[in-house]
């Protein structure tokens, strides 16, 4: 579907918006540009994060600052051993009419209805409670005693994980790690930054962020992307970087197949062109390129790559992979170019 007059308009607006936002995002949280663009892109796409960085780096904050600044309704689960699945969901509640006597259920929703979830080190709960959310994270709804129940859109999970501290821990199953667009590594800041940080937040009290853009809104700019026209050669380069990732596809280069269990399935390509479009619109274009696809594939491809144990004996990351991976899978050239676009 073209993209229509008013909604050119809508993209010409997009950077200076976008700029507003890091403003705001930025009076409350010191650097991290790169993983703020990231969040933004998946909150455009209308999909979903897993946030990864030691304690004291402000994923919190700045998940809290994000929802302060879109305006949306903002709710926290401290994920711990014991929490259960309709902790996160809601139950039903038997309850009882003061007059009439009569009993019926009542549905008590869980903090999962929101429109901004953080899903604090989601990690430290059983597999059973983590996947109470996988429903709500691919379909928008819950389903409690054979009632479903719709979701308040947009609707945002940001998880946050701690990469060092792995006793009490329960690795995510493969198909929730899969419902989320994004692995963000989150990084110490840089001298310079962190000085800033410690002087602000030592003398300054708090800056209040303020409200740029509402629900109504960011659902718009959701719709936009998903309109904004891709040529075939991205799709076909995108494609081709999710399919390299196979060991057992034909095209999957030598070090993958010595390296990786398991590759990624077609979602990881679907997010790379979302993420590329989103990408191009934070940049005031609605031209996708290639170099788009290439800029979100770090963290659209990080989880979704299973190495063996022919990597960990050889001490290959997964990020190294993916540098490799980027280096030698080839952009298509003008043979592969078909005439028509596609949308």
């Given at each position: 579907?073209?993209?229509?007059?008013?909604?050119i308009?809508?993209?010409?607006?997009?950077?200076?918006t976008?700029?507003?936002?890091?403003?705001?995002?930025h009076?409350?949280?010191?650097?991290?540009?790169?993983?703020?663009?990231?969040?933004?892109?998946?909150?455009?796409?209308?999909?979903?994060?897993?946030i990864?960085?030691?304690?004291g780096?402000?994923?919190?904050?700045?998940?809290?600052?994000?929802?302060?600044?879109?305006?949306?309704?903002?709710?926290?689960i401290?994920?711990?051993?014991?929490?259960?699945?309709?902790?996160?969901?809601?139950?039903?509640?038997?309850?009882?009419?003061?007059?009439?006597r009569?009993?019926?259920?009542?549905?008590i929703?869980?903090?999962?209805?929101?429109?901004?979830?953080?899903?604090?080190e989601?990690?430290?709960?059983?597999?059973?409670t983590?996947?109470?959310?996988?429903?709500?994270?691919?379909?928008?709804?819950?389903?409690?005693?054979?009632v479903?129940?719709?979701?308040?859109?947009?609707?945002?999970?940001?998880?946050?994980?701690?990469?060092?501290?792995?006793?009490?821990?329960?690795?995510?199953?493969?198909?929730?790690?899969?419902?989320?667009?994004f692995?963000?590594?989150?990084d110490?800041?840089?001298?310079a930054?962190?000085?800033?940080?410690?002087?602000?937040?030592?003398?300054?009290?708090?800056?209040?962020?303020?409200?740029?853009?509402?629900?109504?809104t960011?659902?718009?700019?959701?719709?936009?992307?998903?309109?904004?026209?891709?040529s075939?050669?991205?799709?076909?380069?995108?494609?081709?970087?999710?399919?390299?990732?196979?060991?057992?596809?034909s095209?999957?280069?030598d070090?993958?197949?010595?390296?990786?269990?398991?590759?990624?399935?077609?979602?990881?390509?679907?997010?790379?062109?979302?993420?590329?479009?989103?990408?191009a619109l934070?940049?005031?274009?609605?031209?996708?390129?290639?170099?788009?696809?290439?800029?979100?594939?770090?963290?659209?491809?990080?989880?979704?790559?299973?190495?063996?144990?022919?990597?960990?004996?050889?001490?290959?990351?997964?990020?190294?992979?993916?540098?490799?991976?980027l280096?030698?899978?080839p952009?298509p050239?003008?043979?592969d170019?078909?005439?028509?676009?596609?949308?």
């Amino acid at each position: 579907m073209p993209v229509e007059e008013s909604e050119i308009e809508m993209v010409s607006r997009f950077r200076e918006t976008y700029d507003a936002l890091l403003r705001e995002i930025h009076r409350v949280i010191i650097g991290q540009d790169a993983v703020i663009e990231e969040l933004l892109i998946a909150l455009f796409c209308r999909a979903h994060c897993l946030i990864v960085g030691v304690p004291g780096l402000a994923k919190t904050l700045l998940v809290r600052t994000l929802s302060q600044i879109l305006d949306l309704h903002f709710n926290r689960i401290q994920f711990t051993p014991d929490l259960m699945p309709s902790d996160i969901i809601g139950t039903d509640v038997l309850e009882e009419d003061a007059e009439t006597r009569v009993r019926s259920f009542k549905f008590i929703k869980g903090p999962v209805f929101t429109n901004l979830l953080l899903a604090d080190e989601i990690n430290r709960t059983p597999p059973k409670t983590q996947s109470a959310l996988l429903e709500a994270m691919q379909e928008y709804r819950v389903t409690v005693g054979g009632v479903t129940y719709d979701l308040s859109l947009p609707f945002f999970v940001l998880a946050t994980q701690n990469p060092i501290e792995q006793e009490g821990t329960y690795p995510l199953p493969e198909a929730q790690l899969d419902r989320f667009m994004f692995n963000i590594m989150i990084d110490y800041p840089s001298e310079a930054e962190e000085m800033n940080i410690v002087g602000r937040t030592t003398y300054e009290e708090p800056a209040v962020p303020s409200k740029i853009m509402d629900s109504s809104t960011i659902l718009e700019l959701q719709r936009l992307v998903r309109k904004i026209p891709v040529s075939p050669h991205v799709i076909m380069y995108a494609t081709r970087l999710a399919r390299a990732t196979r060991p057992k596809a034909s095209e999957s280069p030598d070090f993958i197949k010595n390296w990786v269990s398991w590759g990624c399935g077609p979602r990881a390509a679907q997010y790379l062109i979302l993420g590329a479009k989103a990408k191009a619109l934070l940049g005031g274009r609605v031209n996708v390129s290639t170099r788009d696809a290439r800029s979100v594939a770090p963290s659209v491809l990080r989880h979704r790559l299973i190495t063996n144990f022919n990597a960990d004996a050889e001490g290959v990351s997964v990020e190294s992979i993916i540098t490799r991976l980027l280096e030698e899978v080839p952009e298509p050239d003008e043979k592969d170019y078909p005439a028509k676009k596609m949308t």
